[in-house]
C-alpha cells in the first residue's frame, strides 16, 4: 500500500484571495484567521482577500498569511475526507512551511507556533533590511555546477550561496547584491537555461540572516514542544527528528542553512512514499516533486 505525506508551502506561494473561500464557509478555518488576529494584532483574513499584494507580499505578512492559510487547507481535508488526515504518516514544509508541518505533527500549539512564526519574519525582514541582498533562481544547471558558478560570481568579502536545492535543474542562490548581479552575468555562459532574481526581501538561508538568530532562539525557548506523533522532515539536513530540543536547534539553524528540499524528497521517496497532498496556497511543491518523480501522485488542497 503506498504511503501518504503531506508537503506544506513556503514564502511564495501566497496570493490575493487565498484562505478567502475557507474563512467564509468553514467554521474550523474561520475559528484559525479569529484566534489570528489576537495574535498578530491585524486582520489577516482580510489582508488575504484584499491585499494590497506589496503588503501580502513583504516577509513580515506573507510568512503568517501562508503559515494561517495552510492549516485551514488542513481542516478543510479534516471537515471533506478525515480519513486522508490518519493516512499521512510523515510531513514537510518548505522552509517557512516546517513550522506548518510541524504543527500538523502536534509538535506546536497552532498560537504559539503563530507567535514564532511572526517573530520570525520580522527577525528576516530587520537582517534583510540591514543588508542589500538577494536571491536568484537558477535553472538547468547541476548542483556542482552551480557551486563553481557561486565561486567564480561571488565578490570580495561577500556571502553567495546556494540556498534551495529544490529539484534536479532548479536551485536558489542567495547573496549580497553584488554577487547576485555578476552570478546573473555569469549564468549564460556557464550553461544555464534561465536565471530570475526573485522578488525577495533578502537573502534567506545565508550567513546574511544571523542578526535574526538570537531573536528568533529566544521566543523559541519559551514555546512548549512535544515530540511529533509523525515525522517531519526537516530542511536542514532532510531528515527527521523526535528530540523537542533537536527540533528547536534546527528551526534556530535552518534560517541561515540551505533547504535541503530535493534530498527531503527524496528521502520519502526512498521510504515508500508515493501519494502527497501540497496542502496550502500554490502549486509550487507539486511541480517540484513531479521534477523528482513523474510517477509519484500529488493533490493540491487549499
Not at 275 to 302: A, H, M, Q, W
Amino acid at each position: 500500500m503506498s504511503k501518504t505525506a503531506f508537503l506544506f508551502p513556503g514564502q511564495g506561494a501566497q496570493s490575493i484571495g487565498m484562505g478567502q473561500q475557507l474563512a467564509e464557509s468553514l467554521p474550523a478555518a474561520r475559528a484559525l484567521f479569529d484566534d489570528a488576529e489576537q495574535v498578530l494584532g491585524y486582520d489577516l483574513a482580510r489582508l488575504c482577500a484584499n491585499g494590497p499584494v506589496e503588503e501580502l507580499d513583504s516577509t513580515i505578512y506573507s510568512q503568517p498569511a501562508l503559515f494561517v492559510c495552510s492549516l485551514a487547507a488542513v481542516e478543510q481535508i479534516r471537515s471533506e475526507t478525515p480519513e486522508i488526515i490518519n493516512l499521512a504518516s510523515a510531513a514537510a514544509g518548505l522552509s517557512l512551511g516546517e513550522y506548518t508541518a510541524l504543527v500538523f505533527a502536534g509538535v506546536m500549539e497552532f498560537e504559539h507556533a503563530l507567535r514564532v512564526v511572526k517573530c520570525r519574519g520580522e527577525a528576516m525582514q530587520a537582517a534583510a533590511d540591514a543588508t542589500p541582498s538577494g536571491m536568484v533562481s537558477v535553472l538547468g544547471l547541476e548542483l556542482a555546477q552551480v557551486e563553481d558558478l557561486c565561486e567564480q560570481s561571488r565578490q570580495p568579502d561577500e556571502v553567495l550561496r546556494i540556498a534551495n536545492h529544490l529539484c534536479p535543474g532548479n536551485i536558489v542562490v542567495s547573496g549580497h547584491n553584488a554577487s547576485c548581479e555578476k552570478l546573473v552575468e555569469n549564468a549564460e555562459s556557464a550553461g544555464a537555461m534561465k536565471v530570475v532574481a526573485l522578488a525577495v526581501a533578502g537573502a534567506f538561508h545565508t550567513p546574511i540572516m544571523e542578526s535574526a538568530l538570537e531573536q528568533l532562539a529566544e521566543v523559541l525557548a519559551e514555546v512548549p514542544m512535544a515530540s511529533p506523533r509523525i515525522p517531519v522532515i526537516s530542511n536542514v539536513d532532510a531528515q527527521p527528528h523526535s528530540d523537542p530540543e533537536e527540533i528547536r536547534e534546527i528551526l534556530v539553524k535552518q534560517v541561515v542553512s540551505p533547504v535541503r528540499w530535493e534530498d527531503s524528497m527524496r528521502l520519502l521517496l526512498d521510504d515508500g512514499y508515493s501519494n502527497f497532498y501540497e496542502v496550502g496556497p500554490g502549486r509550487v511543491l507539486r511541480g517540484l516533486l513531479r521534477r523528482i518523480d513523474r510517477k509519484v501522485s500529488c493533490t493540491n488542497v487549499g
